[in-house]
C-alpha cells in the first residue's frame, strides 16, 4: 500500500530534549516536506527537500533541522524544543504536483 | 507572497443541499491547486487536483473549478451528506521558481446535519 508514515504519532516531551520524527514513504517519490498545523494559522511549512540531500527552508524554519540522506526518509528534528512548538506535525511527499499526507505527529512540549 | 484565503470559515448545512467552498489566491504563477479533506485530529485526504492548464475535475458528487486569471477555485458539493462533515483545506502550489512551495488556507469547517 502506498503511504507516508509518521513516528511517533504523539510524544510529550520537555523543553531542551532533543527529538527526531521520522517520516518514510514507500512511492519513490522526490519531493518531500514537513508542515506544522496550528489552530488559526492553518498549515505551514518548515522545510522542504526537491531530491537526496537537497533541502530548502519553507515559511516556518525557525528552530527545526532536516536531513535527506536518502529518498524515502525525511526526519524532523528539534534539537532544543521550545512549548511554542506544541503542534500538530505533517510530513508529505510529492509527486506530479499531488500531495500525500502522513497521518500526522502530535508534539506538547512542556 | 502568495496569500490563500477560504471563504466561508464555517458552514452548517442540512443534509440533503448543495453547496460551494469558495477558495481564492493572490498569485496566479501557480503549479496546481488541490483540495484536501481532513477529519477532527486526522492527517489529510486529497480530493482533488486541478493542473493549472486546468478548469475543472471531478470525482463522484465533487466538482472543482479553477479560474487562474482571477485567482479563484470553488468546490461543489452535490447532496451533502453527514459523511461529509469536516474541514475542507484549498492548497495552491507555486512554480518551480518559487520552489514549488504548497500554500494553504486556513480551511473551511463544513456540518451537515441529518
Known amino acids: 500500500e502506498a503511504q507516508v508514515t509518521q513516528n511517533p504519532r504523539y510524544l510529550i516531551t520537555v523543553t531542551g530534549k532533543k527529538l527526531t520524527v521520522t517520516c518514510s514513504q514507500n512511492m519513490n517519490h522526490e519531493y518531500m516536506s514537513w508542515y506544522r498545523q496550528d489552530p488559526g494559522l492553518g498549515l505551514r511549512q518548515i522545510y522542504y527537500?526537491?531530491?537526496?540531500?537537497?533541502?530548502d527552508k519553507g515559511d516556518v524554519p525557525e528552530g527545526y533541522k532536516v536531513s535527506r540522506k536518502e529518498k524515502r526518509n525525511f526526519p524532523l528534528i528539534l534539537e532544543s524544543p521550545s512549548p511554542n512548538q506544541t503542534s500538530l506535525y505533517f510530513c508529505a511527499s510529492s509527486f506530479r504536483g499531488n500531495q500525500y499526507f502522513g497521518p500526522g505527529t502530535r508534539l506538547l512540549v512542556l | 507572497k502568495q496569500e490563500v484565503t477560504q471563504i466561508p470559515a464555517a458552514l452548517s448545512v442540512p443534509e440533503g443541499e448543495n453547496l460551494v467552498l469558495n477558495c481564492s489566491f493572490t498569485d496566479s504563477a501557480i503549479y496546481n491547486l488541490q483540495w484536501f479533506r481532513q477529519d477532527p485530529g486526522k492527517g489529510l485526504t486529497s480530493l482533488l487536483l486541478?493542473?493549472?492548464?486546468?478548469r475543472e475535475q471531478t470525482s463522484g458528487r465533487l466538482n472543482a473549478s479553477l479560474d487562474k486569471s482571477s485567482g479563484r477555485s470553488t468546490l461543489y458539493i452535490a447532496a451533502s451528506q453527514p459523511g461529509d462533515s469536516a474541514t475542507y483545506l484549498c492548497?495552491?502550489?507555486?512554480?518551480?521558481?518559487?520552489?514549488?512551495?504548497?500554500?494553504f488556507g486556513a480551511g473551511t469547517i463544513l456540518r451537515v446535519k441529518s
Open positions: 527537500s526537491m531530491n537526496v540531500e537537497v533541502t
Open positions: 486541478i493542473q493549472s492548464s486546468q
Open positions: 492548497a495552491v502550489k507555486g512554480t518551480l521558481e518559487y520552489g514549488n512551495k504548497l500554500v
